[in-house]
């Protein structure tokens, strides 16, 4: 947010709920930013399944999806997010056990050269831990926690583990309204300071 990316290329979304809302948004965030929709295909990909990545199933789904990326445009994606965490695993994100295997299957995406991005809405306990499974917050890289709601424009962005540089940072962010012809209205975060 608020600055030019240093290195560009195809970005893999794996969301098996709200598929109703993420073009819409995808659109606006075009509209907003002077970008033709045009230019993001073949460089924005979405799957509208869950991918149980602690199963050999699920497993076997990433890969094509990531081969199939790397066949179209010549190169794996450069992230891959999972929206959310919650939907793309079996089991329980409080049981050690089924963290662990998608863990396993992040780390191997990450071998390939691709960053991770597991998206999940965790409880957090008095102190600000998240609750249940201690895992996934130990193996992250980087964890971002969210506060606030974008429908009051309140968002701010914690950056609570940093790997190799400072924690506990924040990123206030700022919106900007789309409407569309139809009525519908989607905030687009166009700015971090």
Known sequence: L????????????????????IWPDVLAWC?????????????????????????????????????AIHGRTGRYPLEVMFDTTRKNM??????DRDVEG?????????????A?????HMGRNNTGETMGS?????????????????RD????IE???VKRAKDGWFLDVSFKEHRFENGYTALVAIYGN
Do not use: C, H
């Open 31 to 67: 509209a907003v930013n002077f970008v033709e929709a045009e230019e993001l295909r073949g460089r924005f990909f979405t799957y509208p399944n869950a991918t149980r990545l602690n199963t050999p199933e699920g497993q076997k789904k990433l890969s094509e999806l990531l081969r």
């Open 102 to 114: 998608v863990i396993d299957t992040a780390m191997q995406v990450q071998k390939l050269g691709i």
């Open 134 to 150: 201690t895992d996934w917050e130990n193996s992250a890289d980087t964890v971002r926690r969210y506060a606030g709601y974008v």
């Open 116 to 120: 991770v991005t597991l998206i999940a």
């Open 159 to 161: 950056f609570a583990k």
């Open 2 to 21: 608020g600055m030019s990316p240093l290195i560009t290329g195809p970005v893999l979304l794996v969301s098996p709920e709200d598929q109703d809302r």
């Open 153 to 156: 424009r309140s968002t701010k």
């Open 90 to 95: 079996r089991g329980s994100v409080s049981d």
